[in-house]
C-alpha cells in the first residue's frame, strides 16, 4: 500500500515539469509512461529511428526500473516521440543517463526532442542528479546540436561503439554547475506544449 502511495506521489512530481506555450493551435501533450500497453508503441518508434536494435528486455529493463524517467510526446492517442532513461550511482555520482530519444519524422524540428530533454533534465534535477550522459553516433548532427544548445558537452569519443561500427560522443551536462538551461513552467496537469505545424 504504501509503495503504492509512493510511486503515485513520485509520478505526480514527475508529470508535472512543463507547461510551454509557442505559437500554434496544434496541441503535443507530454505524459509520462504508465502501462506496459504503451510499450509496443514506444517500441516501434525508436526501431523506425535508431541504429542499435534493442531487445524488449531492454527497454523492460529501463521502463521497468525508472518509469518516472521514460516520457512520451502524444498526439492526441498516438506516441509521436519518447524518451527512455535512468539514474543511479557512477562512483561518487547520482549520474542520469539517457538511453533513448526519437520523435517520428513527420514531427520533427519542432523543437518536441527538445522538450522530452528538458524534461527529464527537470526530473533527474529533482531527483538530485550531479550529471546526465548518453551516448550519440559522432555522425548524428541533429543529435549533437540538440544536445549542445541544452548545455550538453562532448565528454569521450568512444571509437566504433555501435553495431554498424560507428564511433559515438559521450554527452554530458553537469547538473550543478552554475550554467543553467531555463526552467520551464510548472503546471500540476498533464504536460501540454502547443508546437508549430
Ligand atoms: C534527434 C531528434 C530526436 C531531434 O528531434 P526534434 O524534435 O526534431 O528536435 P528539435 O526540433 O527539438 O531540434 C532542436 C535543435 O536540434 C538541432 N536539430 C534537430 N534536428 C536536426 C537536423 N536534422 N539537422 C541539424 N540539426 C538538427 C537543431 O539545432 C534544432 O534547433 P533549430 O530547430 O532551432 O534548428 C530526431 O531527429 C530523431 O528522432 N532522430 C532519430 C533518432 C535519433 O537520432 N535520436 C537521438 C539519439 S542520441
Redesign the pocket.
Known sequence: MDKVKNKQKTTASTSSIIKQLTKDSTDITYVPYSSELQLPGIMSL?EN??SEPYSIYTYRYFINNWPNLCFMAMDQDKCI?VIICKLDRHRDALRGY?A??????E???????????KIVINAMKLKNADEIV????YT??????????LGFIRDKRLYRYYLNGVDAFRLKLFCKSEIQIPIVEVSDRAIVEKTKK
Open positions: 525508436i529511428d535508431l516521440g539517457i533513448m530519444l526519437a520523435v517520428k519524422k514531427y520533427r524540428k519542432r523543437k518536441i526532442g527538445t522538450t522530452l530533454v548518453l551516448e550519440t553516433e548524428n548532427l541533429g543529435a549533437l546540436s540538440l544536445y549542445h544548445n
